[in-house]
């Protein structure tokens, strides 16, 4: 079964300052995409940044980045220069490349981010 | 471009009620999906469609049923409702190209609750 872990419920960071968010996944698929989704008090979920596993290079999306590491399963997003906005419950999640039309994700239980000014 | 547009955003039901949480997209994506949102749980996939007059289960479909007469509209019915299925209620689509999955775009979400 494919699951997605997300250890830290809450993390706690102050502006301008960096943060890391944990997850670990397993699958036994050979080729599947990495999601970080953020969710603000709005409800809307918003990508944040996406990772192909075949790339070994890890994805950056200006503050945001990741560090991929396939062999333990590892999918950590550093957030940058905090700003007041990146407080949201962030989600990791895990999808397949060529679902054939099918795309279902698993999603982690999220982490609550505040960021104090 | 509306994206993808869920229906009501709110709704509170009594228990044994019906309804329907309707789902829309304009952007012809062949991929539908419907999840829930419980605290401490994540999203969990209910039902989801790979195209007009086909559908299928996900992870959590009991309670609910799911139609795809047109690509555009996916609702999700439940049929009694029950206070377990207080829930935030996304629905989501994206597209294949034919070797990849697109991202999933979401709606903004229904807050449901059961009474």
């Known amino acids: 079964a494919q699951t997605v872990t997300q250890s830290q419920p809450e993390m706690s960071v102050q502006e301008a300052e960096t943060v890391t968010l944990s997850c670990t996944y397993d699958t036994s698929e050979s080729d599947y995409y990495l999601f970080w989704y953020k969710q603000p008090p709005s409800r809307q979920m918003i990508l944040v940044i996406r990772q192909e596993a075949y790339k070994q290079q890890n994805a950056t999306e200006n503050r945001f980045s990741v560090n991929f590491q396939k062999a333990a399963k590892s999918f950590s997003l550093k957030i940058s220069d905090s700003q007041l906005g990146d407080a949201a419950m962030y989600f990791c999640?895990?999808?397949?490349?060529?679902?054939?039309?099918?795309?279902?994700?698993?999603f982690g239980t999220g982490t609550l981010l505040a960021v104090q000014p | 471009n509306a994206g993808v547009t869920q229906t009501p955003k709110f709704q509170v039901l009594k228990t044994g009620q019906s309804m329907t949480l309707q789902c829309a997209q304009d952007m012809n994506h062949e991929y539908m999906s419907w999840y829930r949102q419980d605290p401490g749980m994540g999203l969990r996939l209910i039902h989801y469609s790979v195209g007009a007059g086909i559908t299928d289960q996900g992870e959590v479909p009991n309670g609910y049923n799911v139609s795809r007469s047109t690509t555009e509209d996916f609702p999700l019915r439940l049929l009694s409702a029950a206070p377990s299925q207080t829930s935030v209620y996304f629905c989501?689509?994206?597209?294949?190209?034919?070797?990849?999955?697109?991202?999933?775009?979401f709606g903004n979400g229904t807050r449901l609750t059961v009474t």
């Open positions: 989501a689509s994206s597209s294949y190209t034919g070797t990849y999955n697109s991202p999933l775009h």
């Open positions: 999640a895990m999808g397949r490349v060529r679902g054939g039309a099918t795309n279902k994700l698993i």
